[in-house]
C-alpha cells in the first residue's frame, strides 16, 4: 500500500448494482480529519449519528449503557467518522449512468450502500480498524522482530 492516497486506488464491484463497479481510494490524512471533525459536529449538535454510535449515546444518556453496548460501539469501524464525508471523498467514479456520481447523488444514497462504500474506503485508508485483536498483536510482533534485526 502506498503512502500516498491518489496511488491506493482499486476498482470494486457493487454489490447491490450486480454489473457495476466503482473506483474507490484511500483517503488523505485531512479527510480522515474532516471525516472526524464532521461527526464531531454532528454530536455536539445533537444531531443523530449513524448507526450504533447514536444508539449508544442515547442508552449513556438514559443510564442504561452496558459494558456490551460500549465494546459494540467500540467495535464500530465507522465510529467518529462521518460517512458521507468518507463516500464524498473516497469514490472517483462509478459506472452507474443514473445517477451521475455527484454529491447530491452520494447524499441520495440510501444507509446500506452508504455503510457499504464507506467500509471499503476505510478499510484501505484505514486498515487496522477492521483487524482482530489477533491480527494486531501479529503485526505489532512483526514489526518489532523486523525492526530489532540486525
Do not use: C
Not at 36 to 48: D, I, M, R, W, Y
Request: glycine residues 8%; without cysteine.
Amino acid at each position: 500500500m502506498s503512502m500516498f492516497a491518489a496511488q491506493t486506488t482499486e476498482t470494486i464491484p457493487i454489490p447491490f448494482a450486480p454489473g457495476h463497479t466503482a473506483t474507490i481510494r484511500a483517503l488523505t490524512g485531512r479527510e480522515i480529519d474532516l471525516a472526524q471533525a464532521e461527526h464531531l459536529k454532528a454530536t455536539v449538535a445533537g444531531q443523530s449519528t449513524h448507526g450504533w454510535a447514536g444508539a449508544f449515546q442515547r442508552r449513556l444518556a438514559q443510564g442504561i449503557a452496558t459494558p456490551a453496548d460500549a465494546d459494540r460501539a467500540l467495535a464500530d469501524p465507522l465510529g467518529g467518522y462521518d460517512r458521507h464525508t468518507i463516500v464524498k471523498a473516497g469514490v472517483l467514479s462509478w459506472t452507474l449512468a443514473d445517477p451521475v456520481l455527484s454529491p447530491e447523488a452520494i447524499e441520495g444514497l440510501t444507509d446500506d450502500p452508504l455503510e457499504w462504500f464507506a467500509i471499503e474506503i476505510m478499510k484501505r485508508s484505514k486498515p487496522a480498524l477492521f483487524q482482530t485483536v489477533a491480527e494486531a498483536e501479529t503485526e505489532r510482533k512483526n514489526a518489532s522482530g523486523a525492526s530489532s534485526a540486525p
